[in-house]
């Protein structure tokens, strides 16, 4: 970790893009990105998001697509967060995740 990279850092951690929602927008990056604290599911092993939007798991964080060289999807990716407030992406918190005793029914009008 140099200088540089402490310098406005992204969350990379916390950064995910969907490939499902990437099919499904055709490619729009700024739909299928999303910021998740929520532990990931372990699937065969392997821990994945899942995404908020979709409830796929067909994701890979930014610190992911660091770690495998692709730095120009990655650029791309951390310009298009940076330029918009967090809110504006879909945010799943750690403390949303409906583990709790219970299942909490929420009331359904429809
Ligand atoms: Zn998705």
Redesign the pocket.
Known sequence: MGFLDRVGKTDRKFWYV?Y??MMQTGHHAEK?VFYSEAPPVLILGRPWER?P????TN?KSFQQLKDEGSDAALWGLERLVRKRPRSHFEVQTGGEVPQGPGPVERSRTT
């Open positions: 969907c499902a929602c299928s995404c939007r979709c409830g796929g994701t």
